[in-house]
């Protein structure tokens, strides 16, 4: 019988910040030496494509599994979930570093239960996926403490690669994981291998550049198929499965750094990793709910709603179209409705709007 292990996914950040680069390395280099996991890096996970090795290699995890990325946690669950690896809800004791003093009599958080008329995630095979946020603490024991935590509550039987895998990979991908490479504690590509092996890092898979996307990610917990998103978004990106239900259909159809179908959204249920404003990035929904202000009259600035149609006319006219405002795929009973957005993202969004 094969060794019990949990299997540690490091995804990269897409730049070259080397902090982060120290982070990464500092906490693969200790898993290393962990008999009990298996640790692998990948590239940024929202850059992955459906047939880059990296995401097949997700696709090969057939048992519990950590990722380690630079995304919200439910950015990073959905973005795992629409490339098909799914799994139940990890729940992490990780808190971000400056709500560390919060929550204090509360120290066993349970995952949020799925909103009752949520579509909800469909599927799921009997393991577990655990995502933690690399940008909540500067200190890499942090985060094996939560790992080792973990490890001690999963039960994962590995299995061989090419039992589980999806797809059909190309026999160079397969042989990058086959035959994985050592990696030095101090990141400087020495051989450790006969120690403790570990899955090649973005350097072994040079060949596959990954480049920058952007897309809308569906958060199905939040999502009531209310179809919304399909009826404001005039760019394709959307469309509906054999069930009805809403998908990300053409997401290179979606234009970069426009986020107006996640303001339009009444269950804020559309994320976009890479967007600055948090709710829109995947944050959790609703930890300021007491504290929720219109900066729209302290500024001046136009709604969430106004926003997106502005966004959205933008790169109709970029595109060579006509602007059509209010006119087309605003619903009436959307259309004075309040938005759902927290204090902390009314200031971002005010801010945007002022020529400073």
């Known amino acids: 019988m094969a060794a019990k292990k949990v299997t540690v ?46 995401m097949l290699f997700l696709k090969s995890v057939r048992g519990d599994m950590i990722i380690l990325s630079w995304l919200f946690p439910r950015a990073a669950r959905w973005i795992l979930d629409r490339n098909a690896v ?73 299995v061989d690669l090419l039992g589980w895998i999806n797809g059909s990979p190309a026999p160079e991908q397969l ?7 050592g990696m030095s504690p101090a990141g400087n590509g020495a051989d450790t291998s006969a120690a403790a092996p570990v899955a090649p890092s973005t350097a072994s898979v040079a ?22 998103c399909i009826d404001f978004c005039l760019f394709g990106v959307y469309g509906v499965d054999n069930a009805d ?16 179908c996640s303001r339009v959204c009444p269950e804020n249920a559309i994320i976009f990793p890479e967007h600055k404003t948090p709710a829109i990035a995947g944050s959790e929904v609703g930890t300021a709910a007491g504290l929720k202000i219109d900066l729209s009259k302290l500024f001046g600035a136009p709604s969430a709603l106004e926003q997106a149609v502005l966004e959205r006319d933008v790169e109709l006219v970029a595109d060579g179209r006509q ?26 969004d005010g801010l945007d709007t002022l020529d400073l």
């Open 86 to 158: 799914k799994g139940h809800e990890g729940v992490s004791l990780l808190k971000p570093a400056a709500d560390d003093d919060e929550d204090e009599d509360d120290p066993d958080p349970e995952s949020p239960p799925e909103r009752p008329n949520a579509l909800g995630a469909w599927d799921l095979p009997n393991r577990k996926i655990y995502c933690l946020d690399l940008h909540d603490h500067a200190a890499p024991q942090v985060y094996l403490d939560e790992i080792r935590r973990i490890v001690q509550e999963c039960s994962v039987q590995t």
């Open 207 to 228: 060949d596959e550049t990954t480049r920058r996307r952007w897309y809308p990610v569906i958060d199905y917990s939040r999502c009531t198929n209310c179809m919304e």
């Open 9 to 54: 996914v490091i995804a990269q950040s897409p730049g070259k910040n080397p902090v982060k680069r120290n982070v990464e390395e500092s906490i693969a280099a200790t898993l290393l030496l962990d008999p009990q996991v298996d640790v692998s890096l990948v590239p940024h996970l929202y850059d992955l494509t459906p047939d880059h090795t990296g």
């Open 245 to 260: 239900r809403i998908l990300v259909e053409q997401q290179d159809n979606c234009k970069k750094g426009c986020p107006a």
């Open 323 to 348: 602007a059509v405002g209010m006119s087309v795929g605003i619903p009436k009973r959307r259309s004075n409705a309040p938005q759902t957005h927290d204090a902390l993202d009314d200031l971002m």
């Open 175 to 181: 042989q990058r994981y086959l035959n994985p490479v």
